[in-house]
């Protein structure tokens, strides 16, 4: 079992950035994926982007392709979350997860919440108009 710690979250106004980090602690090396999730109040969780720890291979969502960017530090066992241009529609909590199993799916379906097995405990990102 893998333990996440998000941090780096805050408040912002529009166009802003922000990094979030997640530091894995664990059984690290069992961690084949990891992920970004959101979840807004009243919405569901959806993904943001993930990382084939591996090889760093990466996938983001359209809705922050362009604008985020997620990223690892394999010596830290920490993971990344580069955030510009942010826009109201982000603010949600944050949350990082790991996965590990290999998936045989596409980057799409492997980024749903239930593909994912440990998370943290999330960090709250506001930003303001």
């Known amino acids: 079992q893998v333990q996440l710690v998000e941090s780096g979250g805050g408040s912002v106004q529009s166009g802003g950035s922000l990094r979030l980090s997640c530091a894995a602690s664990?059984?690290?090396?069992?961690?084949?994926?990891m992920g970004w999730f959101r979840q807004a109040p009243g919405k569901e969780r959806e993904g943001v982007a993930a990382?084939?720890?591996?090889?760093?291979?990466?996938y983001h969502t359209d809705s922050v392709k362009g604008r985020f960017t997620i990223s690892q530090d394999n010596a830290k066992n920490t993971l990344y979350l580069e955030m510009n241009s942010l826009k109201p529609e982000d603010t949600a909590v944050y949350y990082c997860?790991?996965?590990?199993?290999?998936?045989?799916?596409?980057?799409?379906?492997?980024?749903?919440?239930?593909?994912?097995?440990?998370w943290g405990q999330g960090t709250q990102v506001t930003v303001s108009s």
């Open positions: 664990g059984y690290t090396d069992s961690s084949y994926y």
């Open positions: 997860a790991a996965r590990s199993n290999w998936y045989y799916g596409t980057w799409y379906s492997l980024l749903r919440p239930e593909e994912f097995t440990d």
């Open positions: 990382i084939r720890t591996t090889i760093g291979s990466t």
